[in-house]
Protein backbone atom coordinates (compact mmCIF):
# COMPACT_ATOMS: atom_id res chain seq x y z
CA UNK A 1 0.00 0.00 0.00
CA UNK A 2 0.84 3.29 -1.01
CA UNK A 3 0.41 6.59 1.13
CA UNK A 4 1.58 9.93 1.14
CA UNK A 5 1.06 12.24 4.30
CA UNK A 6 1.17 15.93 4.13
CA UNK A 7 1.78 16.83 7.17
CA UNK A 8 4.12 20.39 8.24
CA UNK A 9 4.96 19.21 11.73
CA UNK A 10 8.06 17.03 11.05
CA UNK A 11 8.45 14.88 14.14
CA UNK A 12 4.49 13.91 13.79
CA UNK A 13 5.38 13.42 9.57
CA UNK A 14 8.21 11.11 10.79
CA UNK A 15 6.36 9.64 13.04
CA UNK A 16 3.62 8.28 10.88
CA UNK A 17 6.60 7.40 8.23
CA UNK A 18 8.01 5.36 10.71
CA UNK A 19 4.22 3.77 12.55
CA UNK A 20 2.95 3.04 9.30
CA UNK A 21 6.05 1.45 7.93
CA UNK A 22 6.56 -1.15 10.21
CA UNK A 23 2.89 -2.00 8.87
CA UNK A 24 4.48 -2.74 5.44
CA UNK A 25 2.94 0.51 4.27
CA UNK A 26 5.16 2.21 1.88
CA UNK A 27 4.80 6.13 3.11
CA UNK A 28 5.74 9.54 0.44
CA UNK A 29 5.93 12.89 2.72
CA UNK A 30 4.79 15.84 1.89
CA UNK A 31 5.61 19.31 4.29
CA UNK A 32 2.50 21.31 2.23
CA UNK A 33 -0.14 21.13 0.31
CA UNK A 34 1.83 22.52 -2.68
CA UNK A 35 4.68 19.39 -2.36
CA UNK A 36 1.37 16.98 -1.94
CA UNK A 37 0.26 18.32 -5.62
CA UNK A 38 3.55 18.07 -7.28
CA UNK A 39 3.55 14.73 -5.52
CA UNK A 40 0.18 13.48 -7.15
CA UNK A 41 1.52 15.04 -10.46
CA UNK A 42 3.78 11.91 -10.73
CA UNK A 43 2.86 9.28 -8.45
CA UNK A 44 -0.34 7.32 -7.50
CA UNK A 45 -1.19 6.63 -4.14
CA UNK A 46 -4.08 4.74 -1.97
CA UNK A 47 -4.94 7.28 0.60
CA UNK A 48 -3.94 10.29 1.24
CA UNK A 49 -3.82 11.67 5.24
CA UNK A 50 -3.56 15.11 5.36
CA UNK A 51 -3.41 18.12 7.70
CA UNK A 52 -4.98 21.57 7.30
CA UNK A 53 -2.72 24.45 9.11
CA UNK A 54 0.35 24.02 6.91
CA UNK A 55 2.00 26.96 5.01
CA UNK A 56 2.07 27.55 0.96
CA UNK A 57 -1.59 25.70 0.48
CA UNK A 58 -3.83 24.48 3.45
CA UNK A 59 -5.46 21.14 3.60
CA UNK A 60 -9.06 22.36 2.70
CA UNK A 61 -7.54 24.42 -0.25
CA UNK A 62 -5.43 21.15 -1.08
CA UNK A 63 -8.04 19.12 -1.16
CA UNK A 64 -10.40 21.26 -3.75
CA UNK A 65 -7.64 21.17 -5.72
CA UNK A 66 -6.90 17.98 -6.15
CA UNK A 67 -10.48 17.00 -6.63
CA UNK A 68 -10.44 19.87 -9.26
CA UNK A 69 -7.63 17.82 -11.01
CA UNK A 70 -10.16 14.80 -10.85
CA UNK A 71 -7.76 13.12 -8.77
CA UNK A 72 -10.22 10.42 -6.70
CA UNK A 73 -7.26 8.96 -4.01
CA UNK A 74 -9.27 8.62 -0.77
CA UNK A 75 -8.23 11.48 1.90
CA UNK A 76 -8.36 11.18 5.26
CA UNK A 77 -8.27 14.72 7.30
CA UNK A 78 -5.87 14.59 10.37
CA UNK A 79 -6.08 17.49 12.20
CA UNK A 80 -6.59 19.92 15.70
CA UNK A 81 -9.46 21.41 13.93
CA UNK A 82 -11.94 20.22 16.04
CA UNK A 83 -15.29 21.42 15.59
CA UNK A 84 -18.11 20.31 13.64
CA UNK A 85 -17.92 23.12 11.48
CA UNK A 86 -14.66 22.00 10.30
CA UNK A 87 -15.09 18.11 9.97
CA UNK A 88 -18.46 19.01 8.11
CA UNK A 89 -16.73 21.44 5.81
CA UNK A 90 -14.09 19.34 5.46
CA UNK A 91 -16.25 16.11 4.31
CA UNK A 92 -18.35 18.64 1.95
CA UNK A 93 -14.94 19.51 -0.60
CA UNK A 94 -13.78 15.94 -0.86
CA UNK A 95 -12.48 14.45 2.02
CA UNK A 96 -13.67 10.44 2.61
CA UNK A 97 -12.67 10.88 6.22
CA UNK A 98 -11.88 13.40 9.72
CA UNK A 99 -9.93 12.64 12.27
CA UNK A 100 -9.31 14.68 15.44
CA UNK A 101 -6.06 15.22 17.06
CA UNK A 102 -4.87 14.04 19.17
CA UNK A 103 -5.39 10.64 17.89
CA UNK A 104 -5.26 6.85 18.62
CA UNK A 105 -3.00 5.14 15.93
CA UNK A 106 -4.92 1.77 15.93
CA UNK A 107 -7.83 3.85 14.76
CA UNK A 108 -5.61 5.50 12.46
CA UNK A 109 -4.48 2.55 10.81
CA UNK A 110 -8.01 0.92 11.02
CA UNK A 111 -9.28 3.72 8.89
CA UNK A 112 -6.48 3.52 6.28
CA UNK A 113 -6.67 0.06 5.80
CA UNK A 114 -10.82 0.84 5.19
CA UNK A 115 -10.39 3.63 2.85
CA UNK A 116 -7.76 1.46 1.15
CA UNK A 117 -9.79 -1.41 0.04
CA UNK A 118 -12.34 1.40 -0.67
CA UNK A 119 -10.64 2.95 -2.34
CA UNK A 120 -9.32 -0.05 -4.76
CA UNK A 121 -12.96 -1.72 -4.99
CA UNK A 122 -13.46 -0.83 -8.58
CA UNK A 123 -9.40 -0.32 -9.89
CA UNK A 124 -8.73 -3.40 -11.38
CA UNK A 125 -5.39 -3.01 -11.12
CA UNK A 126 -2.12 -0.89 -12.17
CA UNK A 127 0.21 -2.13 -14.81
CA UNK A 128 3.40 -0.63 -15.00
CA UNK A 129 6.46 -1.08 -17.94
CA UNK A 130 10.09 -0.50 -18.15
CA UNK A 131 11.60 -1.38 -21.00
CA UNK A 132 10.05 -4.66 -22.56
CA UNK A 133 9.23 -5.89 -19.06
CA UNK A 134 5.62 -5.34 -17.85
CA UNK A 135 4.71 -5.90 -14.13
CA UNK A 136 0.92 -6.54 -13.13
CA UNK A 137 0.36 -5.23 -9.71
CA UNK A 138 -3.05 -6.74 -8.91
CA UNK A 139 -2.50 -10.14 -10.68
CA UNK A 140 1.55 -9.77 -8.74
CA UNK A 141 2.83 -10.73 -12.36
CA UNK A 142 6.17 -9.85 -14.39
CA UNK A 143 6.65 -10.42 -18.30
CA UNK A 144 8.63 -9.89 -21.02
CA UNK A 145 6.64 -10.85 -24.42
CA UNK A 146 4.21 -12.56 -22.78
CA UNK A 147 6.17 -14.78 -20.83
CA UNK A 148 6.24 -14.81 -17.20
CA UNK A 149 9.15 -14.04 -14.82
CA UNK A 150 9.16 -15.85 -11.51
CA UNK A 151 9.86 -13.86 -8.74
CA UNK A 152 10.01 -13.93 -4.61
CA UNK A 153 7.87 -11.48 -2.92
CA UNK A 154 10.64 -9.60 -1.84
CA UNK A 155 12.14 -9.25 -5.61
CA UNK A 156 8.34 -8.19 -7.06
CA UNK A 157 8.31 -5.39 -3.90
CA UNK A 158 11.36 -4.30 -5.24
CA UNK A 159 10.94 -4.28 -9.01
CA UNK A 160 7.38 -2.75 -8.23
CA UNK A 161 9.28 -0.02 -6.00
CA UNK A 162 11.73 0.95 -9.25
CA UNK A 163 8.52 0.79 -11.39
CA UNK A 164 7.05 3.68 -9.53
CA UNK A 165 10.40 5.50 -9.25
CA UNK A 166 11.45 5.69 -12.70
CA UNK A 167 14.47 7.96 -13.66
CA UNK A 168 14.61 8.86 -9.32
CA UNK A 169 17.79 7.20 -7.63
CA UNK A 170 17.03 5.42 -4.51
CA UNK A 171 19.55 5.34 -1.60
CA UNK A 172 19.83 2.08 0.15
CA UNK A 173 18.21 3.34 3.38
CA UNK A 174 15.41 3.88 1.26
CA UNK A 175 15.27 0.85 -0.46
CA UNK A 176 15.43 -0.87 3.11
CA UNK A 177 12.86 0.97 5.15
CA UNK A 178 10.08 0.87 1.61
CA UNK A 179 10.42 -2.58 1.58
CA UNK A 180 10.72 -4.05 4.92
CA UNK A 181 9.14 -0.93 7.00
CA UNK A 182 11.83 -0.51 8.89
CA UNK A 183 14.67 1.82 9.58
CA UNK A 184 18.46 0.94 7.23
CA UNK A 185 19.93 -2.52 8.42
CA UNK A 186 23.34 -0.49 8.51
CA UNK A 187 26.04 -2.86 7.30
CA UNK A 188 23.63 -5.59 6.29
CA UNK A 189 23.83 -6.22 2.80
CA UNK A 190 20.31 -8.01 2.40
CA UNK A 191 19.08 -5.37 -0.28
CA UNK A 192 22.45 -6.10 -2.37
CA UNK A 193 21.81 -9.92 -2.24
CA UNK A 194 17.57 -9.40 -3.70
CA UNK A 195 19.16 -7.04 -6.42
CA UNK A 196 21.30 -8.74 -7.42
CA UNK A 197 18.62 -12.06 -7.77
CA UNK A 198 16.90 -9.53 -9.47
CA UNK A 199 18.88 -8.09 -12.17
CA UNK A 200 19.62 -11.83 -12.78
CA UNK A 201 15.91 -12.53 -13.69
CA UNK A 202 14.39 -9.66 -15.34
CA UNK A 203 17.96 -8.34 -17.27
CA UNK A 204 18.98 -10.06 -21.01
CA UNK A 205 21.25 -8.27 -22.94
CA UNK A 206 20.04 -4.23 -22.07
CA UNK A 207 20.69 -3.62 -17.85
CA UNK A 208 18.05 -2.14 -16.24
CA UNK A 209 18.53 -1.29 -12.90
CA UNK A 210 21.75 0.94 -12.59
CA UNK A 211 23.44 1.40 -9.65
CA UNK A 212 24.90 4.85 -8.88
CA UNK A 213 28.08 4.08 -7.08
CA UNK A 214 28.02 5.11 -3.49
CA UNK A 215 24.09 6.64 -3.53
CA UNK A 216 22.14 3.98 -4.60
CA UNK A 217 20.35 2.30 -7.50
CA UNK A 218 17.97 3.59 -10.27
CA UNK A 219 16.13 2.66 -13.03
CA UNK A 220 16.05 4.78 -16.33
CA UNK A 221 13.50 5.05 -19.01
Known sequence: MNVLVVEDDLELNNMLRK?????????????????????????SFDVIIMDIMMPKLN?????????????????LFLSAKDTDLDIVRGLDIGADDYLVKPFNYSVLLARI?????????SVVGTTYKI???????????????????????KEFELLLLFARNK??????????????????????????????????????????????????????E
Open 19 to 43: RLGLEKIHVSQAFNGLEALDYLEQY
Open 167 to 220: NIVLSRIKIEESIYGIDSFNESNVIDVHIRNLRKKIEKDTPIIETIRGVGYVVK
Open 59 to 75: GFECVQEIRKRQINTPV
Open 131 to 153: KDLVIDEALHSVKRDNEEIVLSN
Open 113 to 121: KVLARRGNA
